[in-house]
């Protein structure tokens, strides 16, 4: 019987070791805390729905996959009273879902089954997360494999092939479960281009928030640089000279747009910050945050994304509400410290 097989999960369930209760009442905590009202879900490894079930007092727009047909088979039956749950048979590193289809997309008790499949199926919950979404992971910690043992040696103890030092435990039909320390679940969401907001200790396990890695966007108008090579250590995606007439004088500005990885964002703006003329600024975004660069100081002003424009498909940001006083502060410095002229600066309210 393979170990990720529903049934030995079903028989599990049914008697758990006091470990695993604890690990699964912080699933529902973290749940409860994390996934917002009305939001599309979709569960990687379903089984029989045990945790989608703990989300259908926040939203009902639930969709299950699971690549066991009795799992699928159960799931179902377990949510024939709600038509707007979806159980859906299929695997994990081949999502049948276009991109950025959910707002969140959720992998309870089962990362640790997927072995050489994990990066595809990173790849691919990725691929279906809205912009915006979040990814929430629970897998074994590197404390779980005495708990883990307890539960094999008294459902499956024919079926263990070999256990590795580092917690690997291997069955006859070359199914595995595997558990993870912090630091290897980083280095492995960091490979998969994610980003880890929160991996939580939950005792034998880490409940893991994750978002896709973000790419900011910037707008540099070259003229408003100390040093214009500043530029150079920046990726420039575009350059555009512009030419406007103030008081019947023509002036040209060179607009570059340019591009930095999430991980060194903190760092250009300190050197911006530095380098950026008094009367001017520049603004980045990742289209969550909007980051207004001006000289001395910085401000990050969280954004909301409004629905698609009808006509131009363009889409839409507002300041998200609670950071409204940030961009009040921001005009406020902008506009006395940074002496900008308050016609230049955008509106984000
Ligand atoms: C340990 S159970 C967890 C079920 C459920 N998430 C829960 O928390 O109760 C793991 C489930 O993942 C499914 N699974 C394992 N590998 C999968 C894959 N590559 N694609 C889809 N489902 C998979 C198994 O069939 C099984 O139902």
Not at 12 to 39: C, G, I, M
Not at 80 to 96: A, M, N, Q, R, W
Not at 197 to 204: H, L, Y
Not at 249 to 276: F, G, M, N, P, S
Request: hydrophobic letters at 40%; glycine letters at 4%.
């Amino acid at each position: 019987m393979a170990k990720k097989n529903i049934i030995f999960w079903e028989q599990l369930l049914q008697d758990a070791p006091l470990a695993y209760l604890k690990w699964f009442e912080a699933e529902r905590q973290f749940l409860t805390e994390h996934v917002k009202k009305n939001s599309s879900v979709l569960e990687v490894g379903c089984g029989n729905g045990r945790s989608l079930r703990e989300l259908l007092p926040i939203t009902t727009s639930l969709t299950g996959i699971d690549n066991d047909v009795v799992a699928v088979k159960h799931a179902k039956e377990n949510f024939k009273h709600y038509p707007s749950v979806k159980i859906i048979f299929g695997e994990g590193d081949d999502l049948p879902f276009d991109n950025e289809s959910f707002d969140v997309v959720t992998c309870m008790s089962t990362f640790a089954n997927f072995g050489d499949k994990k990066y595809q199926i990173l790849k691919e919950m990725e691929r279906v997360l809205k912009r915006n979404g979040h990814i929430i992971i629970s897998v074994f910690s590197e404390k779980a494999l005495k708990e883990r043992m307890k539960v094999y040696r008294k459902l499956a103890k024919e079926d263990i092939k070999e256990i590795r030092k580092n917690g690997t435990v291997i069955f006859q039909d070359g199914t595995s479960s595997e558990q993870f320390s912090k630091n290897q679940l980083l280095s492995i969401f960091d490979k998969a281009a994610l980003r880890a907001n929160i991996v939580q200790d939950a005792g034998i396990a880490y409940i893991c928030k994750l978002s896709k890695k973000s790419v900011w966007k910037g707008w540099i108008i070259e003229e408003s640089l100390e040093d214009k090579n500043a530029l150079l250590k920046l990726k420039i995606l575009k350059s555009v000279i512009e030419r406007n007439t103030e008081a019947g004088q023509v002036r040209v500005w060179h607009l570059d747009t340019v591009e930095v990885d999430d991980a060194d964002i903190d760092k250009v703006a300190q050197q911006l910050e530095k380098q950026i003329k008094l009367g001017y600024y520049t603004h980045f975004t990742d289209f969550n945050t909007l980051l207004i660069i001006f000289k001395d100081k910085s401000f990050r002003i969280r954004l909301i994304e409004q629905p698609k424009e009808a006509e131009t498909g363009a889409t839409k940001f507002k300041a998200n509400p609670e950071d409204l006083h940030i961009w009040k502060h921001a005009l406020d410095y902008g506009i006395n410290n940074g002496k900008v002229d308050q016609r230049y600066i955008v509106a984000v309210n």
